[in-house]
């Protein structure tokens, strides 16, 4: 099994890629993670009085100050090794401030974990530019797990980019236990550009998404010639006062083949969105939306749209307010919203 010992930045304990802890806190009582045998473990964390980023960063002890320079180190703006690996472990401790575009499929390696070492609301996450994402995925197979992003104000929380003719493919992402928060000026949370699919996001945050103009939304479908999301799973979610939750300006682009399940839309008390969930977008429809708490009028106006093509939208068994001829008298949706 391989060490990565010292380093440019000096003598270094070093860890190995085989069944070793790669994650421990002494005295909080949380167990450490073992790595399979050939995954290969970073740690960044710009606080920590040994951070550089001539470090390998394979030691929790000497780690990285960026996340950037992990992606340098890929497209050769670095010399410093080791490279990221397909299945890497990135652990992430204090608060980011960087802007990530990851490079593109093909030339980045797929399935990296980028991990947040932190409670709901840390480490945060800024990209220091109002126009610029905190990260742009272009590549496939990325979970990101555990950060709450401070969304800026003409961009998002994260893009997920999947276009072919760019050699864009963000398809099997994962975001989950995250939050994102607008601030009360941030533009999305994550926006969908291009038709990534089976993209999966599970028991994140969504709150106070927020423009001048009324056009803020948590989940974002950007138009696009290649268009529309499919085959993915919204799962677990919660959507708190902001502009609009789930959809597209003009309702032009949408989410196919998709699953909303367990989510939470709620009515808002500071701001009173005005598209809850719209997919009217979709080039075929056939999403299924249930076992999901409904705030607000489950109506059109109300901000609930589904597929045009309703015959291929599935809307059953969602908590609403009892509605004549689409809400039952228990409170459960027996079909989409009018």
């Known amino acids: 099994m391989t060490k990565y010992g010292g380093g440019p930045a000096g003598p270094q304990p070093g860890v190995e890629t085989g069944q070793e802890p790669i994650w421990g806190i002494a005295g909080t009582g949380i167990e450490a993670r073992a790595a399979t045998e050939d995954t290969l ?19 929790m002890n000497a780690p990285l ?22 299945g890497s472990i990135i652990y992430v401790s ?3 401030a960087e802007s990530i575009v990851t490079p593109t499929v093909g030339t980045m390696p797929t399935d990296i974990h980028l991990i947040g070492v932190g409670s709901r609301f840390r480490p945060t996450w800024s990209s220091g530019a109002a126009a610029s994402p905190c990260l742009d995925l272009r590549t496939t197979g990325w979970t990101i797990d555990g950060f709450e992003f401070e969304c800026p104000a003409s961009s998002a929380g994260i893009i997920v980019r999947e276009v072919p003719a760019s050699s864009y493919s963000a398809y099997k992402t994962t975001i989950q236990n995250c939050t994102f928060d607008g601030l009360w000026s941030g533009r999305y949370g994550i926006e969908f550009s291009g038709a990534p699919h089976r993209v999966c996001i599970y028991n994140n945050w969504f709150i106070e998404m927020h423009q001048a103009a ?11 010639t290649h268009t529309n999301p499919y085959q993915c799973e919204i799962i677990g979610n919660h959507f708190k006062d902001s502009d609009n939750y789930v959809g597209s300006l003009g309702s032009i682009r949408g989410f196919n083949v998709s699953y909303f399940i367990d989510n939470v839309f709620e009515e808002g008390v500071l701001l009173i ?24 009028a489950y109506t059109n106006v109300g901000g609930y749209w589904a597929h045009a093509a309703t015959t291929a939208s599935h809307w059953v068994g969602n908590i609403a307010e009892p509605t004549p001829a689409t809400v039952a008298d228990n409170g459960l949706t027996i079909t989409v919203p009018a």
């Open 273 to 296: 969105p005005a598209i809850y969930l719209d997919l009217r977008g979709g080039s075929q429809g056939m999403n299924i939306v249930t076992k999901n708490f409904m705030g607000g």
């Open 41 to 59: 473990v970073f740690y960044v964390n710009h606080a920590h009085a040994a951070a550089s980023d001539d470090n390998y960063g394979t030691d």
């Open 214 to 224: 009324n056009n803020a939304f948590c989940i974002y479908v950007t138009d696009s």
């Open 94 to 96: 204090g608060d980011v």
């Open 65 to 86: 100050q960026h996340i950037q320079e992990l992606i340098d180190r890929e497209t050769g703006a670095s010399a410093t090794e080791p490279e990221l690996q397909d």
